[in-house]
């Protein structure tokens, strides 16, 4: 017997679907090319986590998230990451202002450029480790704490931070804890012959990208909500669970390319982003249930910066992308295993 779906899902799922394909089409407006890029940014925003863009500069990596902001009409703001930047110039600071109508003094907390529902954090890596520490408790917990009091960030809060590749003198890594907090990294590569050739009749020519607003606020909270409700099946989630443990050398379901380069693997929040990634992916099959393919398609920006190499994997110029898409050959799927 067929199984009954309930009508409600199916409209919220083909309503999830359009408004997906419309957020494409308005960045396409401004965005040429980087589709995949431009995809992962949108599923990192309905799971609601954070994206770390990795890039040289000038392929549009700020244009992108400005562009994203404007189509759902959400504020935002850039944060330019120097290494004399402050956590107070992030977060904000504690400020002595005089009451007008008492004349008597007072504390009063200035708010600083993270309060906004979309933050770029651009070249985060430029800042001290001090500063990208300010940004831990607001993209974990979505609230700030300044003399012991919480401040609550509005919703949807999304941070997208870059960090540039080359030119890496006077930089600081970004340390294992804040990477784990980003949900998907993304890489942005060069545009290719047609795209770069359309991108300068767009930049030399007068061109205006008319971004029209395709999601209120309150829609994106419940597309968010949508996602963690697509049903993901015991076996499935199984898959995605042996997939992150194949991640830790010398565990039960490590590869031998694992326990040759890797020195740490996945936290437990590699599986959660694999399994809210794929559900994304299934809603946009038009699907309410997770299949092997939606897992393997998350695996790779879910965990390429969750895979510490050692030195031998260094040294032998192996990359996370390598280890990750050697665990996707060699982790079978239950199917597989039966067969």
């Given at each position: 017997m067929a199984e009954t779906i309930d009508p409600r899902v199916e409209k919220a799922t083909r309503e999830f679907c359009h408004k997906f394909q419309r957020l494409r089409e308005e960045?396409?407006?401004a965005i040429v090319g980087q589709q995949e890029i431009v995809d992962g940014v949108l599923v990192c925003l309905f799971t609601g986590g954070h994206a770390l863009l990795e890039g040289v500069p000038g392929l549009g990596k700020t244009y992108l998230i400005r562009t994203l902001a404007q189509a759902l009409s959400l504020?935002?703001?850039r944060i330019q990451f120097t290494p004399d930047?402050?956590?107070?110039?992030?977060i904000g600071t504690t400020i002595i202002t005089d009451d007008p109508t008492t004349g008597r003094r007072e504390f009063r907390f200035q708010r600083g450029p993270l309060f906004a529902q979309m933050v770029l954090a651009d070249e985060i890596n430029r800042a001290t480790p001090k500063t990208q520490s300010a940004l831990l408790e607001a993209m974990q917990e979505h609230t700030v704490t300044v003399g012991g009091e919480k401040h609550a960030l509005q919703e949807p809060f999304f941070v997208m931070a870059t960090q540039n590749p080359i030119e890496q003198e006077g930089?600081?890594?970004l340390p294992e804890a804040q990477l784990d907090r980003f949900f998907f990294k993304l890489i942005v590569n060069y545009s290719s012959r047609e795209e770069l050739?359309?991108?300068l009749d767009r930049t030399t020519t007068g061109y205006d990208a008319k971004i029209e607003p395709v999601m209120t606020?309150?829609?994106i909270i419940g597309a968010q909500r949508l996602v963690r409700r697509v049903v993901i099946a015991p076996h499935v989630q199984d898959y995605a669970v042996r997939m992150t443990l194949a991640t830790h050398p010398g565990g039960e379901f490590a590869t031998e390319m694992t326990n040759k380069y890797v020195r740490w693997g996945s936290s437990p929040r590699g599986a959660q982003a694999i399994t809210?990634?794929?559900k994304v992916q299934a809603l946009l099959e038009g699907r309410f249930n997770v299949s092997f393919e939606d897992v393997k398609k998350a695996a790779l920006p879910v965990l390429r910066h969750r895979v510490l190499l050692n030195f031998e994997g260094e040294a032998e110029n192996i990359s996370t992308d390598d280890v990750i898409e050697d665990i996707l050959k060699q982790t079978p799927t239950l199917t597989e295993q039966a067969a």
């Open positions: 960045i396409g407006k504020n935002f703001n930047l402050m956590p107070a110039d992030i930089t600081y890594p050739k359309t991108i606020q309150d829609e809210l990634a794929a």
